[in-house]
């Protein structure tokens, strides 16, 4: 007998859309971030609970409930004989957009009723085929993130960067990177929404409050006015759409040694050294002593001089340094061009702040978005 499992062979993602629009409807909410603990109050078989309590009750470590659960993130646990949910959280971790990241993925898993359709008590690798596993996991996170960050209301207010998400929806950093390059790619395809989308019917006041949100250059207060042309505060002209965003520089990623993780140039990951092993840049950012300009290298030859050059004051720097903040020299980052010059980057950032997400002229046939949901949270 062909079971329910053996029919499924790709995640419903439009089912898990919708999903998160019916929940957020029927909790009436209609505002970034999304409150979700609150939202199981509206169901009476449902609780969340945290891995501390769940360890304090039944005299386990975190590690054990870690091992019972079969994740060091969460679970969704279906007791059939009481049809009672309850979800489980690590709450030891110490990014709180993970956390809620991981409520509503597995809020998802209760709302498209994933430990009924599978007959597990926890929806756990463990206890399903990978394919089961994959397709399942892959439905809770597209209903994540259209809970969380929902794309046609990010696409509205234009987000300049990754941490524009972050700030807004109230998500991991890497969640972020991943729904920013979601929407990237969805502009790339021509790919628009239609104004009577679901998440832009919820969320049409608030998108309306944060397209004319202002924020003055002098007294720093925001307000919420359409087409102003002087602070309300102040009277000053100098004022500026948003007030999320913040200036915030490109940077290499560095270890504890502060040696980059990979090669800036290359991206070789296999770094061992002072120097790349395959193009011989340097990979340590530290103050060279010299000032913008003042260049006493060739640069066709990567062996440069840092280590035996006694201008500098020595100081080793952060990774997103162009300027040593004890002498004020030059980083070996900057002087070697891995690291931009900031009025560059700050002018390039302010353009795509004004608008990231232009339309682009071609449009997809049906003007839906056909991305895949298969993102690495």
């Known amino acids: 007998m062909m079971t ?21 409807k029927m909790c009436g909410v209609n ?35 870690c091992e019972l659960t079969d994740s060091d993130e969460g679970c969704c646990w279906y007791i059939k004989s009481q049809k009672q949910y309850m979800i489980l959280y690590n709450d030891t971790v110490e990014n709180d957009g993970r956390k809620r990241w991981t409520i509503a993925h597995e809020l998802g898993h209760f709302m498209l009723k994933h430990n009924e359709i599978t007959g597990k008590a926890i929806f756990a690798r463990s206890s399903l085929s990978d394919d089961e596993y994959e397709t399942f996991e892959k439905e809770a996170n597209c209903f994540a993130r259209n809970l969380l960050a929902p794309a046609p209301v990010l ?13 807004i929806c109230n998500i991991s950093y ?16 021509g790919i628009s929404y239609s104004k009577r989308h679901p998440s832009l019917k919820i969320f049409k006041d608030y998108i309306w409050k944060k397209k004319n949100t202002y924020r003055c250059s002098n007294c720093t207060c925001s307000f919420i006015k359409e087409n102003p042309n002087y602070c309300l505060i102040c009277g000053n002209q100098e004022i500026r759409k948003g007030d999320y965003f913040e200036m915030i520089y490109s940077s290499i990623e560095l270890t504890d040694l502060h040696h980059a993780k990979k090669c800036p140039k290359c991206s070789n990951e296999k770094v061992t050294g002072d120097y790349c092993q395959v193009c011989g840049t340097y990979l340590v ?44 020299s030059t980083s070996t980052f900057y002087e070697e061009g891995i690291l ?8 390039n950032k302010v353009q795509q702040l004004q608008d990231p997400f232009a339309e682009n002229q071609t449009q997809s046939p049906n003007n839906e978005l056909t991305l895949s949901d298969e993102l690495p949270f």
């Open 340 to 347: 931009k010059n900031w009025e560059e980057e700050k002018e």
């Open 31 to 65: 505002e970034l971030p999304i409150k979700v603990k609150k939202l199981a109050k509206k169901f009476p078989n449902l609780k969340i609970r945290r891995y501390t309590w769940y360890a304090k009750k039944w005299g386990l470590t975190i590690d054990e409930v």
């Open 174 to 189: 890497e969640a972020s990177i991943n729904i920013y390059n979601f929407l990237l790619e969805g502009v790339r395809m």
């Open 285 to 328: 950012n530290k103050c060279t002593g010299l000032t913008p300009g003042e260049r006493e290298y060739e640069y066709n030859n990567y062996r440069i001089f840092w280590h035996s050059h006694e201008g500098g004051c020595g100081e080793l720097l952060e990774g997103d340094a162009r300027f040593c903040s004890k002498c004020g």
């Open 4 to 24: 329910m499992m053996t029919m499924i062979y790709k995640a419903d993602y439009k089912k898990a859309e919708k999903k998160a629009h019916e929940l957020l």
């Open 155 to 167: 696409r509205e207010l234009k987000p300049a960067s990754p941490h524009f998400i972050s700030d």
